[in-house]
Nanobody
């Protein structure tokens, strides 16, 4: 079974940039797959950051996430990326990648980004 796998989390200080990666174990991203990035801070609901469609590369962002987050994919590496600028310590969260194929959503285990003030 396919499952997204995130990597790249770590400790960030205010103003840092960080790039997270999402690949797929047990398969590859193909066709109309939609890759989404979410985050979940301690004690809060999981919130969407944005999405990208695999073949077309069309991107959409949640209104509150526009400006500092960029989602892109590398077609040949078969990876999706989330680049974050100007990190804030309060943005400490577990960042998740999901893949929607047909009507099924597959979730990764998440990668933790820890804020350091």
């Amino acid at each position: 079974q396919v499952q997204p796998a995130e990597s790249g989390g770590g400790v960030v200080q205010a103003g840092d940039s960080l790039t997270l990666s999402c690949s797929v174990s047990g398969g590859t991203f193909v066709g109309d797959d939609m890759v989404a990035w979410y985050r979940q801070a301690p004690g809060k609901e999981r919130e969407v950051i944005g999405t990208i469609t695999w073949d077309a590369g069309s991107r959409h962002y949640a209104d509150s996430m526009r400006g500092r987050f960029t989602i892109y994919r590398n077609y040949h590496e078969n990876r999706a990326w989330l680049h974050m600028n100007g990190q804030k310590p309060e943005e400490e969260a577990i960042y998740y990648c999901s893949m929607q194929r047909d009507d099924v959503v597959y979730w990764g285990q998440g990668t933790k980004v820890t804020g350091s003030s």
